[in-house]
């Protein structure tokens, strides 16, 4: 058992924690999104070509990348940095991309896929703000695409495509309906055919073949790859992963940021990163908080997949897979199939391509987080309820009630004994007061005391502590899943993912002039506030003076950290504390204990009121 010493640290202990986790987040989470907003804004300057996987003498195995800036039959030269995206998109013939969630084009140079904009989604929750851009081609800022081609075997002297390549299409739009056809020819016997398909939502089949009308077999190794050039802005919290991440047939989920790759082994000149061999199956892809971009390989087929960085001017990063070698006789034929993710991460979407495309884990594109098993069912949970009533802010106020019933009779186990212990506390006082000089003995009456009365004085720690996993689990929801994006609730909550946009400090916006996000402190947190304060005053005054400076200052502190956090979560935790407040004072009622509110607030203003043991 646990004497009254050790309670006090226990106390300490989880009140230091919480301040340690949550305050890291007030401290530097809040300030460092200012920077990066700020830094968002500032155009990165164009890059050098990307580096495409190569084989070596060995089947199925990769050497040292190689430049693919050689000239070959057919391409034109490699254009110079333009200081524009619409200049980049511009320098080279275009078919253009067009499906109900997205917009963009793909390039004939190089045959790329380099331009893509979601439809459904804008910068900020105004309506006429610029659509997201996911996709940007080489010679421009933020460059960011997907590369597919054939790598030549050992010995093999013929010309393959590359990113100076100029195909042709027979089509000058793709569509769900329209897939389009670009065609190569080397000059030296081999054609090459890329059938390009994309269906009504984010996923692209990419069709590689190769016709060899030469007069000797060639053996080509198929890949694709997702390079990003210069580091992109992130958002720099632990409990969100961004960069380089892929399910790796049996090596599972690996999830590298951008700094840890740059820490990876030298893979040949500039280029550093990680390489696994012999797999059959997953994706590698690059992740932001809300889009993703990732190849998937035929999963029957053995693969080699590769984290890279290429730390020559402003960085490339990339991932790519490098396929067995395909051995292409005389007078045949051979091909192999890509598949690219790119838009949002929706989970019914990347659930969907999951299930029906048979890509190992690709849910985890998604970042569900070590509460795994807690996070997901809670967003179906509250997905549900959003499509029986339309507003996700209802949803979380109902999934909340959901959630008190089910923990219901633990929650009334710690009430009713936070209530007996409420009733014998005249006798606790009456034995602190006998044995003042005697810690021991003063201990082992208490012990005698809570034995006898069947209380369990920890008991009042569970409702508390149940709720971190849950509180925590319905964080990440809200961070992570872009279904919570710009949701609006009601009245000026106009995206439960984003801080309440009020601020006290400026009357909530009646005062003309904006509030640093420092000072952030909304209706929500100090309604917050005001539920947590009356949750601890409906019990009695810790006798520990630590304690009840801790319990005295733990609802202001609360109350500005929340201010940084979604408005969702601090919605979800002001209704959660006033149904605790009603399921509190309605057990402390049933076992006639008294409720101490009105006391205690009158005790706060210099009333001191009359004592239980005053009373006996």
């Not at 830094?39 to 990165?44: F, G, T």
């Not at 002039?513 to 304060?533: E, S």
């Amino acid at each position: 058992m646990m004497n009254r010493e050790d309670n006090k640290n226990l106390l300490l202990a989880i009140v230091l924690s919480a301040v340690v986790l949550l305050g890291w987040n007030y401290f530097y989470g809040v300030p460092q999104m200012e920077q990066q907003r700020k830094a968002a804004q500032q155009i990165q300057p164009a890059q050098p070509g990307v580096v495409t996987p190569a084989p070596g003498a060995a089947p199925g195995s990769a050497a040292p990348a190689v430049s693919p800036g050689v000239a070959t039959p057919g391409t034109v030269p490699a254009l110079p940095g333009a200081v524009t995206r619409e200049a980049a998109l511009q320098a080279s013939p275009r078919v253009t991309i067009d499906t109900p969630r997205m917009m963009g084009s793909l390039s004939l140079l190089g045959g790329r896929i380099d331009d893509v904009l979601l439809k459904a989604y804008r910068e900020t929750v105004d309506p006429t703000s610029p659509n997201i851009v996911l996709f940007s081609p080489q010679n421009g800022p933020n460059a960011y695409y997907a590369d597919f081609g054939w790598a030549p075997g050992t010995g093999v002297s013929a010309a393959v495509p590359g990113p100076q390549t100029l195909w042709t299409a027979d089509r000058t739009t793709l569509t769900p309906a329209q897939p389009v056809t670009l065609t190569w020819n080397n000059g030296q016997g081999l054609t090459f055919k890329r059938v390009i398909g994309v269906d009504a939502n984010a996923m692209f089949t990419v069709a590689d073949t190769v016709e060899n009308n030469s007069g000797a077999p060639v053996t080509l190794f198929p890949y694709g790859l997702v390079a990003r050039h210069g580091k992109p802005v992130t958002q720099g919290y632990f409990v969100l992963h961004e960069g380089l991440i892929g399910v790796l047939g049996s090596n599972g989920l690996q999830e590298y940021t951008y700094d840890n790759v740059e820490k990876e082994a030298v893979l040949g000149g500039s280029q550093r990163g990680k390489v696994w061999k012999d797999l059959t199956s997953g994706f590698l892809g690059i992740t932001d908080k809300y889009w993703a971009a990732a190849i998937i390989p035929d999963q029957e087929r053995k693969f080699e997949g590769r984290y890279s960085v290429n730390m020559a001017g402003n960085k490339t990063f990339q991932v790519d897979y490098l396929g067995d070698g395909v051995t292409i006789a005389p007078g045949t034929s051979a091909g192999a199939t890509t598949r690219l993710f790119a838009g949002a991460k929706e989970v019914a979407t990347v659930d969907g391509y999951e299930k029906s495309q048979n890509i190992k884990r690709f849910d985890l594109m998604i970042d569900w987080g070590w509460f795994y098993f807690i996070t997901k069912p809670m967003f179906y949970a509250i997905d549900w309820f959003y499509h029986l009533f339309g507003n996700f802010g209802v949803a979380i106020l109902l999934v909340t009630v959901l959630i008190k019933l089910i923990f219901f009779p633990l929650a009334n186990k710690s009430y009713a004994s936070m209530a007996k212990m409420k009733a014998v506390q005249p006798e606790m006082v009456s034995i602190r007061e006998r044995f003042a000089d005697d810690k021991m003995k003063q201990q082992q009456a208490l012990m005698e005391l809570y034995k006898k009365e069947k209380i369990n004085p920890l008991a009042g720690c569970w409702p508390v502590l149940i709720q971190i996993p849950v509180f925590f689990a319905l964080y990440k929801v809200l961070f992570v899943t872009i279904e919570m994006r710009h949701a609006p609730f009601f009245g000026w909550i106009r995206d439960l993912a984003a801080p309440d946009p009020t601020s006290i400090f400026n009357l909530f916006g009646l005062l003309p002039f904006a509030v640093p996000a420092m000072l952030l402190l909304g209706v929500w947190p100090i309604l917050m506030g005001i539920t947590m304060f009356v949750q601890m005053k409906l019990n009695p005054e810790p006798t520990d003076p630590v304690q009840k400076m801790v319990f005295t200052w733990m609802p202001v502190f609360f109350t500005f950290l929340l201010g940084s956090f979604p408005a969702g979560l601090v919605i979800y935790w002001t209704w959660n504390n006033f149904l605790s407040i009603l399921q509190q004072a309605y057990i402390m009622k049933k076992f006639g204990t008294k409720i101490e509110l009105w006391d205690n607030l009158k005790g706060m203003f210099g009333k001191k009121p009359a004592t239980d043991a005053g009373k006996s």
